[in-house]
C-alpha cells in the first residue's frame, strides 16, 4: 500500500505511522524524521534544516522534493509500499510527489486525515517526550512510559517550545487545506477523529486499511 498520513503538528501522525508500519510493512518515511537525524549527524542538509525547524518553519521545497524523491527511488519501496509522514506540506509539494510517483509507476492507494481542533494541540507537544536510545514517543499525561521512568532517559523537541509551536500551527494551517482538498478531489481522503485514545484513532485506521488492501 502507497498511504499519506496528514494532520497539524501533534494530531498523532507519528504516533499512528509507528502502528501502521508495524501491522502493514510498509516503509515509514518522514520527513521530520530524516530532517533530525541529518541535525544530529552534523550534515549540511542539517544545518539547513534547523535553520528553519527551530522557528517552526518549512524547509524549503526543492530541499524536502529532493529527499523524498531520493527515498522513493530506492528499491524497497516497489515492493514494500510506503507511509509518507509529515510530506507533501505544501501544494507545491503534492504536485511535485504526484508527478515524482507517476515517473515511478506508482500510484497512492490513500490519505489518511488525522483531524483535531487545534485548541488541543499546545497540550500534546507540550507534554510530548522522546526515548533517547529507540527514538520512541510518549507523552507525559496522555501516553506516559511504563513504570518508573527516569526523565534523563527522555529528551523534549527543540521545535516544541510554546513559541514554535505556535508558529508550526500558523503555517501547517494555512498550507494544509489546499493538499487535503486536493486529494479529496482524487477520493482519496479518509477522514479519523484524532481526538479519541490512540488505540481507538488506531482501529479506525485500521478498518479503513484492511478495506484498501
Ligand atoms: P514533523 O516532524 O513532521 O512535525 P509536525 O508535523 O509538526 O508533527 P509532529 O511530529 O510534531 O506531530 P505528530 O502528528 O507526529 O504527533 P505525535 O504522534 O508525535 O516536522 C517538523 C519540522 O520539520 C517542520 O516544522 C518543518 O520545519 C520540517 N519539515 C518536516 N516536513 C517538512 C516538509 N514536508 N516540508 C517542509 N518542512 C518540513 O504526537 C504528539 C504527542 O501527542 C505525543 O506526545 C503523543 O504521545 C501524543 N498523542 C498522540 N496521539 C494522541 C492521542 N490520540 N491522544 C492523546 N495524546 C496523543
Ligand atoms: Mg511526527
Not at 521512568?149 to 505556535?166: G, I
Not at 484524532?194 to 484498501?212: M, P, R, S, W
Request: net charge negative; glycine share 10%; charged share 30%.
Amino acid at each position: 500500500m502507497n498511504l499519506l498520513i496528514m494532520g497539524l503538528p501533534g494530531a498523532g501522525k507519528g504516533t499512528q505511522a509507528a502502528k501502521i508500519v508495524e501491522q502493514f510493512d510498509v516503509a515509514h518515511i518522514s520527513t521530520g524524521d530524516m530532517f533530525r537525524a541529518a541535525i544530529a549527524n552534523q550534515t549540511e542538509l542539517g544545518l539547513l534544516a534547523k535553520s528553519y525547524m527551530d522557528g517552526g518553519n518549512l524547509v524549503p521545497d526543492e530541499v524536502t522534493n529532493g529527499i523524498v524523491k531520493e527515498r522513493l527511488g530506492q528499491d524497497d519501496i516497489k515492493e514494500r509500499g510506503f507511509l509518507l509522514d509529515g510530506y507533501p506540506r505544501t501544494i507545491d509539494q503534492a504536485y511535485a510527489l504526484d508527478q515524482n510517483l507517476a515517473d515511478l509507476g506508482i500510484a497512492l492507494d490513500g490519505v489518511i486525515n488525522i483531524e483535531i481542533d487545534p485548541a488541543k494541540l499546545q497540550e500534546r507537544l507540550s507534554g510530548r517526550i522522546i526515548h533517547k536510545e529507540t527514538g520512541e514517543t510518549f507523552h507525559k499525561v496522555f501516553n506516559p512510559p511504563a513504570g518508573d521512568y527516569n526523565e534523563d532517559d527522555y529528551y523534549q523537541r527543540e521545535d516544541d517550545k510554546p513559541e514554535s509551536v505556535a508558529r508550526r500551527l500558523e503555517v501547517n494551517i494555512a498550507q494544509g487545506q489546499p493538499i487535503i482538498d486536493h486529494y479529496r478531489a482524487k477520493g482519496l481522503v479518509h477522514d479519523i477523529d484524532g481526538d479519541q485514545d490512540i488505540e481507538l484513532v488506531f482501529a479506525t485506521i485500521e478498518k479503513v486499511l484492511n478495506n484498501l488492501k
